[in-house]
Each structure stands twice: as C-alpha cells, then as structure tokens.
C-alpha cells in the first residue's frame, strides 16, 4: 500500500508534462525493477550498490526465473526506456507519440486497461498510468511456486507479494487500485470508475 501512494506522491494525479513523467516514471520502474530481483536472489546486498543500466536490470531480471503469466513485461519495460531516452535526450523526439501508443496498446493488450478517475483534475495522464501498471506487475509479482515451497510456505502458494505481507501482518492488503481510490476519494468529485474485468487479475 505504502509503495503505491509513494508512486503518486511522486507521480501525482494531474501530472502532464511527459518529460517530467517519464523521468520520475522511469526512476520508480528502476525501483520496482531492484525490487524484483533482490527478492529473488539470495544475497541481494551485494546488488544495493552496483550501478547497472536500466537495461542490464530488465535482462538480469529477466533471467532469474520464468514466468508465464508476467513474461509479456520485459519488451513493455524496454519500450518505456526507449521513451524516457528519448524524452530525455532529444527536445522535440521524433516519432515519439508513436512509440507511446504502441507501449500503451501492447500493455493493456496483456494487462488490461487500468481506469482511474473522471474529470480533469483527477485523471492520469496515459503514459502515467502505463508506469503505475508496470510498476504494480513488477512489485506485486510472487516469485515462483518451487521458490515458495523451499521457504516452507506452501500454504502460501499463489498469493500475490502484496498478500504474503498481509498475511504476515494479520491484516489484508490493498491493491494498487484501491490505494488509488483511497487516495483520490479524499478529492472533491472523485469516485472509483468501472474497472477492466482483465486488470482483476489473481496471481
């Protein structure tokens, strides 16, 4: 819950400078991406402080294990890269819309569509919201079923990261869509729009 508002607070509802959102979306990807692989390797430690390209962490990512249900985020993580380089780089990149369209059509062809909010003043901008969706793949992600049995968790088997915590805790853990409406229904005129029936997805 906590990494999904800390995702608005520093990619805030509103937010339509594309510069600026490909920026801070790709340093928060980076974050989930580190996310990903320390809790799948065994002395992630020795990672915290080795600098690697946005790059090399999709392909190191990548090759820890397979699976099927998220392999479909590996090409979509190198096409927003491709747009934060070309925001950052160039004034006016060329063929820019194209490359977002297409990262957007490829993503909710596999993910869904992500809906948030209507009005305005409360709507994502979409490549925002193609960020938050990648950056929910990437921290909620369980690691495989065999990773699992080895910890001596197999009751836990097929539950979500986010639920693993909450489970532990005693307590349920939300969603990012759910952080979203608590977060947005503290806003004037807000109320949780109709949801992809693909984006309720169950790990």
């Known amino acids: 819950m906590e990494r999904y508002e800390a995702f608005m607070k520093h990619l805030p509802v509103g937010s339509r400078d594309k510069t600026l959102i490909a920026l801070k979306g790709h340093l928060l990807l980076e974050t989930a991406l580190r996310e990903y692989i320390y809790r799948r390797v065994s002395l992630p430690e020795r990672l915290e ?3 690697m390209s946005f790059a090399s962490l999709i392909d190191f990512a990548s090759c820890l294990e397979f699976n099927a249900r998220i392999d479909w985020i590996w090409k979509a993580l190198r096409k ?5 380089n070309q925001l950052a780089h160039q004034l006016e ?9 297409a990262l957007v059509e490829y993503v909710e062809a596999n993910d869904g569509e992500f809906s948030v909010a209507a009005g305005d003043d409360l709507m994502y901008e979409k490549l925002a919201l193609i960020f938050f969706q990648l950056f929910d793949v990437l921290i909620s992600a369980p690691t495989t079923d065999e990773n699992i049995q080895q910890d001596g968790m197999k009751k836990y088997k097929g539950l979500s990261f986010d639920q693993l915590l909450g489970s532990a805790s005693n307590g349920a853990s939300l969603g990012p869509l759910e952080a979203i409406d608590k977060v947005l229904g503290k806003k004037p005129g807000y109320t949780p729009p109709p949801r992809s029936k693909k984006r309720r997805r169950q790990w």
Do not use: G, W
Request: no cysteine; glycine share 0%.
């Open 93 to 101: 990149p060329a063929k820019l819309e194209e490359t977002e369209d």
């Open 80 to 84: 927003a890269n491709q747009i934060r």
């Open 49 to 51: 402080k080795k600098q």
